[in-house]
T-cell receptor, first 116, second 114 residues
Framework: DTEVTQTPKHLVMGMTNKKSLKCEQH?????MYWYKQKAKKPPELMFV???????INESVPSRFSPECPNSSLLNLHLHALQPEDSALYLC???????????????FGPGTRLTVL | GENVEQHPSTLSVQEGDSAVIKCTYS??????FPWYKQELGKGSQLIID?????GEKKDQRIAVTLNKTAKHFSLHITETQPEDSAVYFC?????????????FGRGTQLTVWP
């Protein structure tokens, strides 16, 4: 099973709303990622969690707040977003990290977010 | 960092023909090169990957070749079918000194005409 699931598939929200994106994997992966993808562009890394701890924050605005409550779940809390934040938000996971090694990242289908 | 260049940005082929997408990378420390397929409105699906200890890998109609000396790798799709139409992204990753970080190319829109 190499499945990463994401909910919801689509989300429309106003600039004053608070919403959350959810990502789940049951592959025993210990690294989980959030990416943002605009149309016709490659995915851009936002956050990386390793063993439920935030390891990388790519200078993402604080209106995006990640959370990793356990090794299988990754959330992205959204608050006071701007229309330019509209994009496809992708979650990915990869096997336990080892120094000096590389591992495959498996992507979820994404959440299509529209901010009005 | 790492800089991944991908060409062409668009590619149109007739069904049954072959398609080739090429990527170059800048950092010789990169040693893992996955290819992702993204259909319209969907997330990225890993279709094939290669590590720097091999020069070629094949999976049915899809193959990837790697030239470490020249720092380029290519995706080859033979006997293309309309369902191969999608955006394809190449990526490069360095060994994890800290955490895995994929550096993506800008994508190739492949259209296969029936």
């Amino acid at each position: 099973d190499t499945e990463v699931t994401q909910t919801p598939k689509h989300l429309v929200m106003g600039m004053t709303n608070k919403k959350s994106l959810k990502c789940e994997q049951h592959m025993g992966h210990r690294a989980m990622y959030w990416y943002k993808q605009k149309a016709k562009k490659p995915p851009e890394l936002m956050f990386v969690y390793s063993y439920e701890k935030l390891s990388i924050n790519e200078s993402v605005p604080s209106r995006f707040s990640p959370e990793c409550p356990n090794s299988s779940l990754l959330n992205l809390h959204l608050h006071a977003l701007q229309p330019e934040d509209s994009a496809l938000y992708l979650c990915a996971s990869s096997p336990p990290l080892k120094r000096g090694d590389t591992d495959t990242q498996y992507f979820g289908p994404g959440t299509r977010l529209t901010v009005l | 960092g790492e800089n991944v260049e991908q060409h062409p940005s668009t590619l149109s082929v007739q069904e049954g023909d072959s398609a080739v997408i090429k990527c170059t990378y800048s950092d010789s420390a990169s040693n893992y090169f996955p290819w992702y397929k993204q259909e319209l409105g969907k997330g990225s699906q890993l279709i094939i990957d290669i590590r720097s200890n091999v020069g070629e890998k094949k999976d049915q109609r899809i193959a990837v070749t790697l030239n470490k000396t020249a720092k380029h790798f290519s995706l080859h799709i033979t006997e293309t079918q309309p369902e191969d139409s999608a955006v394809y992204f190449c990526a490069a990753e360095k060994p994890r000194s800290t955490l895995g970080r994929l550096y993506f190319g800008r994508g190739t829109q492949l259209t296969v005409w029936p």
